[in-house]
């Protein structure tokens, strides 16, 4: 990190450690994604008796902070595999992660 921002320069487009990737999904898998996405049983997130206002869902293993333990979730669906596999080949060694 710089000792002294710049204050002239552009400000960033994405936030640190984001990488945008043009045409990374078609409009059609776009779309389709989305319709599938929609399908999902979010949840408000819960953490020790409070609800937050954003809705989640997760995969493989979650923490419960109520019970204060693992517990295993349902499995990634296989719609999402294209997209994960598209994820891991991208190339992010030159952005610097902290």
Known sequence: MPDQFDLFAPAPSLPQGFKYQREFLSTGDEQELVRRLAELPFKEFEFQGFRGKRR???????????????????????????????????????????
């Open 56 to 98: 989640v869902i997760l995969f493989g293993w979650q923490y419960d902070f109520n019970r204060r333990k693992f517990q295993r979730t349902e499995t990634i669906p296989h719609f999402l595999s294209p997209v994960r596999e598209r994820l891991c080949c991208i190339n992010l060694s030159s952005y610097r992660i902290w």
